[in-house]
């Protein structure tokens, strides 16, 4: 349900109430008045039940043109009064519940819009098409309300709050919600400058090289601990794909044998990029 359309309903809810209204009932009354002195009751009552109803949706129609046209003066309070007396005047039909959910979301207030068509869906149980239409509102009101706040920050913004995920885990995660949301974490250079893949300090699960390759041209520094060697081995094979163009820090710790000539791999394929490279064993 777009913001920009203050009424989403209005067209189809405003034909359907004056298709359904019938101009003789002025006619019928008459006839169920002359029953009634007849003394033909069962006439009378088939008729006058007829009119009441004929007159309930005047009703209803005339009170629906005129909270719409409180609405589009954006007197709300009045709006919402007339709501209520559709409420009042035919509570089984839905058009007075309907255009109370257009008046909270004429005002922005997705809250009592939902609160209304919860109350709606209790008056109007399954499988009734009041009941579908009113849960299809509320699907459309609730997915209008979720709000991307990637979008609608200032990017140095976002580049703040995503500053906070200090695990490459979640911030790759993030990166793969959305292309948007992949575009706009790139440009956000600070998180990527410096990647840490220490598994004993970090709750999450470990990023794999192939993962940090993905954003591999924005990453400076890595620091990574591996006792056992296949995550930095895997880190070699990335590394001469050359996905990592401006790395220039590079802290490696581990504890086999074949660390050393891992190591060696890849001083050999970065020996023009890096500026640091410190090698620890555990």
């Known amino acids: ?27 019928l009354l008459a006839i169920a008045q002359q029953a009634l002195r007849d003394h033909n009751y069962d ?14 949706k005047h009703m209803v129609c005339a009170l629906d043109t005129s909270a719409l046209t409180y609405l589009a003066k954006k007197k709300y309070a009045e709006a919402s009064k007339v709501a209520r007396q559709m409420k009042q005047v035919c509570p089984e039909r839905i058009e007075g519940y309907l ?18 068509c919860e109350s709606a869906l209790r008056l109007f149980p399954p499988p009734s098409e009041e009941h579908t239409l009113m849960s299809r509102i509320k699907c459309e ?4 309300s979720l709000v991307d706040f990637v979008k609608i920050l200032p990017l140095d913004l976002v580049e703040i709050i995503f500053g906070h995920f200090d695990v490459p885990y979640l911030l790759l995660n993030c990166a793969m919600v959305s292309k948007f949301w992949r575009r706009q974490l790139l440009q956000c250079s600070s998180l990527w400058r410096h990647i840490s893949v220490i598994p004993r300090l970090q709750a999450a699960p470990t990023v794999s090289p192939t993962g940090i390759a993905a954003v591999g041209e924005y990453v400076r520094s890595i620091e990574a601990e591996d006792e056992r060697g296949p995550w930095i081995a895997s880190l070699c094979s990335c590394l001469s794909s050359q996905k990592f163009g401006h790395l220039d820090m590079l802290v490696l710790t581990g504890g086999t044998i074949q660390f050393a000539h891992i190591c060696v791999n890849i001083l050999f394929i970065m020996i023009e990029t890096l500026t640091c490279f410190e090698l620890h064993q555990v």
């Open 141 to 144: 009101i609730h997915q209008d």
């Open 43 to 56: 006439e009378s009552e088939r008729i006058t039940a007829s009119v009441c109803s004929d007159l309930i």
């Open 1 to 27: 349900m777009s913001k920009n359309n203050s009424f989403p309903f209005i067209e189809t809810r405003y034909k359907s109430t004056t298709d359904e209204l019938q101009e003789p009932w002025k006619t």
């Open 99 to 116: 255009r109370t959910i257009d008046i909270h979301l004429a005002q922005y207030n997705t809250k009592h819009a939902l609160e209304a």
